[in-house]
T-cell receptor, first 116, second 111 residues
Framework: GAVVSQHPSWVICKSGTSVKIECRSLDFQATTMFWYRQFPKQSLMLMATSNEGSKATYEQGVEKDKFLINHASLTLSTLTVTSAHPEDSSFYIC????????????FGPGTRLTVL | QKEVEQNSGPLSVPEGAIASLNCTYSDRGSQSFFWYRQYSGKSPELIMSIYSNGDKEDGRFTAQLNKASQYVSLLIRDSQPSDSATYLCAVQIQGAQKLVFGQGTRLTINP
């Protein structure tokens, strides 16, 4: 399967600061990728879908001005949590769509964000 | 009704037995189905994908799909303690690239 990396793997920040999370596909190029959030003991919640070169599509209830997604290239996407608050503390995971015909998603290792 | 439903468990199975995980989905037009395993504190990893009715085997894992019943399952033979994890069923809804995940079933294999 494809290899996806995320950086940082964990981050602790103060309330009100912004945090940028990078997601890279290391061995393939993907037009579409996804950002998820997972709270403890809950399932994955899709935040947004992004296609390289165009604006991200956010799921209902996700604030696009708070969670900024930049899909800069076919191998790099970033998620910036702006003005983070303790309720934004979560496990953030990106995934790349492996494309046709299987459309398998390959997940990064995740970034654990703790906002104090 | 949730789009993808799983029994959250926990499901407890003795080592060496068969673990059976079930998933139902609501979108009849769905074409692609996936099982992911997630260890605590880690991201999901793909176990199996299945696209047509019937069984698909890969080592100790067998995925079963019944589109008429809108049901997909995962069997794990000769269960090992290392299989203890949360198993996520994911369905690609017709006309969409995104996956819809079930809430996951927590599986514990008892030595």
């Amino acid at each position: 399967g494809a290899v996806v990396s995320q950086h940082p793997s964990w981050v602790i920040c103060k309330s009100g600061t912004s945090v940028k999370i990078e997601c890279r596909s290391l061995d393939f190029q993907a037009t579409t990728m996804f950002w998820y959030r997972q709270f403890p003991k809950q399932s994955l919640m899709l935040m947004a879908t992004s296609n390289e070169g165009s604006k991200a599509t956010y799921e209902q209830g996700v604030e696009k001005d708070k969670f900024l997604i930049n899909h800069a290239s076919l191998t790099l996407s970033t998620l910036t949590v702006t003005s983070a608050h303790p309720e934004d503390s979560s496990f953030y995971i990106c995934s790349y769509d492996g494309g046709a015909p299987t459309d398998t998603q390959y997940f990064g290792p995740g970034t654990r964000l703790t906002v104090l | 009704q949730k789009e993808v439903e799983q029994n959250s468990g926990p499901l407890s199975v003795p080592e060496g037995a068969i673990a059976s995980l079930n998933c139902t989905y609501s979108d009849r037009g769905s074409q692609s189905f996936f099982w992911y395993r997630q260890y605590s504190g880690k991201s999901p990893e793909l176990i199996m994908s299945i696209y047509s009715n019937g069984d698909k085997e890969d080592g100790r894992f067998t995925a079963q799909l019944n589109k008429a019943s809108q049901y997909v399952s995962l069997l794990i033979r000769d269960s090992q303690p290392s299989d203890s994890a949360t198993y996520l069923c994911a369905v690609q809804i017709q006309g969409a690239q995104k996956l819809v995940f079930g809430q996951g079933t927590r599986l514990t294999i008892n030595p």
